[in-house]
């Protein structure tokens, strides 16, 4: 009696919970708290789509840092600027330079105790001021994006341009940079807070759902991909696997293992904005250029250094922030590693071809696979062998010969293969050996 006494007051109970529940605002946090490139990029379209989902009525970006990328901080100004609900950004150390470009298009500003904002001056790969067209541009977004959300545009100016004077804010030769106080003097800060909570505090808002966007598991593992070690072991299994499978036609694995690398490489550079399609179609162009030097062009020439030159390049380049070879805006630090790793892949794969390819060999997983017994004549087993006859014998190149191929000597086509050298279809030739069921055969001059 007494337990369905409680089934029927919680039953009572729920419309009135649901209606709490209801009347509660649903806050998001998203956090910048890193170098604004495509990655911070990708992370606040994905949060951006979440909180429209969760129908969240406040957004509230946690903000602390030192900028990067004016494409990519374009890029995140504009979602912000397209959103319906309000976002405020709670600066708790530092926007600077995009970041303060980020923090101007929220509708508020919030900055703790010892925060900045300010000092917006494009700069390059190595940290020196950009080309005026440059600033001019940033300046230009600043003062639109200032005057959008009701801010003195000369201010966002002035953050950007040392030679910008505002009357008892700055004098010319340095950019501006509030302080907390100096940011809420002129327009640029709402108010001092300790806290997302105190923000919610002042704005009157008491029952609210707070939930802090955190990356899903599967872009938590495309992330992970995006090391540049973890891209240099990647580029070794592609070179590791396509040179075995090669070597061991038909088995499949060496081919899946290249494959599944490869889209391992690509998909995460591409999600994330840095790699694009015409580096992408560079990279394939150069790998059918290096196996077409393989199996359909004679000798190495052209279109082998061409092929191994513009993959390196592509893999390189798919790595990097850069603007069609635009390498202005990437620090020479992201350079000097992504080469690193490339190149340090493939002299691995070489490596591995060279020291490993023996050793596979040997593995249990590769007699499963392979052919390891001898079979010897004792135990019924026979080959047959050319003639003697056919020594010093002339014909033609049945096929083109690199080095291997087939002959043809009295009507009839046998394998066979050459010191080394190219010798086209057609061409004659003289058997100077034989061994096993092959010939061994020179060109005649």
């Known amino acids: 009696m007494r337990n369905l006494l409680l089934l029927v007051c919680a039953i009572g109970l729920m419309p009135l919970i649901t209606k709490a529940q209801e009347g509660k605002k649903k806050v998001m946090v998203m956090e910048i708290k890193a170098e604004i490139d495509p990655r911070m990029a990708r992370y606040v379209k994905l949060a951006l789509d979440h909180a429209e989902k969760s129908k969240a009525e406040i957004i509230i970006i946690d903000m602390d840092t030192f900028g990067g990328a004016l494409n990519d901080a374009k890029e995140i100004v504009d979602r912000i600027m397209d959103v319906k609900v309000p976002v405020w950004v709670f600066i708790n150390s530092d926007a600077a330079s995009a970041g303060a470009l980020i923090s ?10 010892g925060a900045t904002i300010g000092a917006a001056t494009v700069v390059d790969g190595s940290g020196a001021a950009a080309p005026d067209k440059y600033q001019s541009y940033m300046r230009s977004i600043m003062r639109s ?22 009357d008892s804010v700055k004098q010319a030769g340095k950019v501006i940079t509030f302080t907390t106080s100096e940011a809420i003097e002129n327009g640029y800060c709402e108010a001092k807070v300790e806290s997302i909570e105190d923000i ?25 991909f995006l090391n540049p070690f973890i891209s240099g072991i990647l580029i070794l299994v592609i ?60 000798g190495f020439g052209v279109a082998g250094i061409a092929g191994i030159s513009l993959t390196v390049i592509s893999m390189i380049l798919i790595m990097l922030n850069n603007d069609f070879f635009n390498f202005e805006f990437v620090p020479l630090g992201d350079i000097i590693v992504a080469s690193f790793a490339t190149l340090g892949g493939l002299a691995g794969g070489i490596l591995l071809l060279f020291f490993g390819g023996a050793k596979l060999t040997q593995t249990k997983a590769f007699q499963r696979i392979a052919l390891g017994d001898t079979q010897e004549v004792k135990d019924g087993y026979s080959v047959n062998t050319f003639n ?28 066979a293969f050459t010191r080394g050298d190219y010798v086209e279809k057609g061409e004659a030739i003289e058997v100077i050996g034989a061994e096993g069921v092959t010939l061994k055969v020179k060109r005649i001059e």
């Not at 002042?202 to 938590?220: F, P, V």
């Not at 075995?244 to 889209?263: C, D, K, N, R, Y």
């Open 104 to 113: 101007i298009a929220c509708d508020s500003i919030y900055m703790a105790p």
């Open 145 to 166: 994006t200032a005057e959008e959300n009701g801010r003195d545009p000369r201010i966002a100016e002035g953050m950007v341009d040392e030679t910008i004077v505002v």
């Open 200 to 224: 919610l505090k002042r704005n009157s808002i008491e029952s609210y759902e707070l939930e802090t966007y955190q990356l899903g598991a599967t872009e938590k593992i495309i992330a992970i």
């Open 239 to 298: 070179i590791g696997g396509i040179y075995f499978e090669l070597q061991t036609p038909g088995v499949g694995f060496p081919l899946i293992a290249a494959l599944v690398a490869l889209v391992l490489y690509l998909v995460p550079y591409y999600l994330n904005g840095l790699a694009e399609y015409w580096e992408i179609i560079a990279l394939f162009v150069g790998v059918l250029l290096i196996i077409a030097e393989i199996f359909v062009i004679p």
């Open 388 to 415: 003697a006859n056919l020594l010093g014998h002339k014909g033609k190149a049945y096929t083109i010969l690199r080095p291997s191929g087939k002959v043809i000597i009295n009507e009839q086509i046998y394998d």
